[in-house]
């Protein structure tokens, strides 16, 4: 089954302490990238990648890092998370070259910062 | 830059009622529109899509056709379900061709009842 999956689905943390969300696809896709959810604000771009080793900042990157060592994983790592960036991320991809940008997404993953 | 604004939630109707979600949008060129559906404890899907003006996206019953005079995208259906009760997100892309970030509205809710 085509899928864009992520892990963990909730986490609970406390300021601070390093986390990482990963973010797996099997369609093959060169484009993934990382929104977050937020009420009133609806999705916000954080980093995207076009391809692996590609990777570049959305609208809100603050705070985070990304990798892109295969093509199928990219990862979002919190180096030391804050209690603003408890929020509802997904996972998102598609084909770089994808007639109207259709793009796939994950389950989400939220995430309580104390 | 590029915005979409769609109208405040939540909307209650009963079953069976007709379904308008308003969607306007600010861009620069010629963006592709899209509807997404987010199921309670799910992730975002795509609903329909519109890559060029006055084209009409239609999936499950429900339609938006892409109007540059009045830059909008408005969701409609003609009979709505219980089972269609979701938060509806309006987003565009700046390109047509190449995968890039999508920019989306704060979202709709939509609670439909017997």
């Known amino acids: 089954e085509a899928q864009v999956t992520q892990n963990p689905r909730y986490l609970i943390t406390v300021t601070g302490k390093k986390l990482t969300v990963t973010c797996s696809q099997n369609m093959n896709h060169e484009y993934m990238s990382w929104y977050r959810q937020d009420p009133g604000l609806g999705l916000r771009q954080i980093y995207y990648s076009m391809n692996v080793e590609v990777t570049d900042k959305g609208d809100v990157p603050e705070g985070y890092k990304v990798s892109r060592k295969e093509k199928r994983n990219f990862p979002l790592i919190l180096e030391s998370p804050s209690p603003n960036q408890t929020s509802l991320y997904f996972c998102a991809s598609s084909f770089r070259t994808a007639v109207g940008n259709e793009q796939f997404f994950g389950p989400g993953t939220r995430l309580t910062v104390l | 830059g590029n915005s979409v604004t769609q109208m405040e939630g939540p909307v209650t109707l009963s079953e069976e009622a007709f379904l308008t979600i308003n969607c306007t949008y600010t861009a620069t060129g010629y963006p592709s529109l899209f509807w997404y559906v987010q199921y309670p404890g799910e992730g975002l899907q795509l609903l329909l899509k519109a890559t060029k003006a006055d084209d009409k996206g239609s999936n499950k019953g429900f339609e938006a056709t892409y109007r540059k005079e009045t830059t909008s995208f408005h969701l409609e259906k003609g009979s709505v379900q219980v089972s269609d009760s979701a938060v509806y997100f309006c987003?565009?892309?700046?390109?047509?061709?190449?995968?890039?970030?999508?920019?989306f509205g704060t979202g709709t809710r939509l609670q439909v009842t017997l």
């Open positions: 987003a565009l892309s700046e390109s047509a061709g190449t995968a890039s970030k999508l920019t």
